[in-house]
């Protein structure tokens, strides 16, 4: 086809039962019609052959529509969404580079949780926030991550907060958002606690992290990783080492014993209160886990622990005499998920932070020492 389009084209196209012939004819109309030569009626013309051909049974005609017509502004909009909604090889183009789709197209084929589209979608020249938002929330971690690294990307807060509470142990996910030109405070300080040390660092440097936070920072990474020193095979003279070595050195600090209890760390949780009180572990253990209101707080007092945080010590330990360590898959984090979920609602202006993220609870609880 090289001059002007008639009925007698669409005729040929229906008749004609080569695929290979049908997708060579469909290509050549859709580069006519992105093609400023079409008279008024040969453009509508034009848009009646590519409607059918957006219904043809070979997928190598819908192909060579797509990748034709993929940054065509004159699209017709239905004709963009029905090959946005396609199999991958004809959808992905337009989702990459289609101008013509509109957010609620975007957002509903993010619902679809075909994973490939997703990430099309992320990687796309320019996202509104509400696009971002729903990748964020019902986007796959690929598709998550593409995101972050998308620099024509709008992302807000809410999208940021998001992305934290379902893919915090991401590296890709976390990655992406650390290297982002700007970010919100609240999310910078959320980040830190989820990034490697050379990320760390580029936050603290490149987002004007607070100093207090940054002097915070290697105090946090060394509570992290004290906390499971103790295997699952310790015994309570190992648990009585250490407790005495770290309050010795001035490390068995509150928020170090919170984020062992809320981890299900029981032996170190014990020892640390025996350790603070000036008690044994037996007597320890018999005061924390008495069922009784008067037990944990006697214990609790003579260890000389932050009233602000009795609440959520409390709370753990609640949990646990409601949970069985039974040592079958996923106890622990079983047991992670009701200690965070009951805090959360006790503490109602920490807001909802996801069921993955210890580390950033017991960091906002801890906060509560000094309000």
Known sequence: MTQNLTKADVSRLLSNPSGAARAETAAK????????????????????????????????VREALSLNLKDCDDLPGDVASALARDVCTVALPVLLYSNVLSDADLIEIVRARDVDKQVAIAQRKSLSENVSLSLTEEGEEAAVAALMKNPGAAIGESSFQAALNRFAASAAVTEGMALRGVLPATIVE????????SLRQYLVAEHEVPQAVADDLSIRSRERATVGLLGPCADESEAHELVVQLQASGRLTPSLVLRALCMGDLMFFEAALAALAGVSISNARVLAHDKGPLGLRAIY????????????????VDVIHETQFDGQPGDLERYRCRVMERILTQFDHLGSIGNDNVEYLVDKLTKLETA
């Open 29 to 60: 109309i859709a580069r006519q019609f992105v093609g400023p030569s079409l008279s008024p009626r040969e453009r509508q013309l034009a848009e009646d052959i590519i409607r059918v051909l957006t219904k043809d049974a070979e997928v190598r």
């Open 190 to 197: 959320r980040l830190v606690s989820h990034v490697s040390d």
């Open 301 to 316: 007092d003579k260890a000389h622990l932050p009233d602000a945080l009795f609440a959520a010590f409390r709370t753990a």
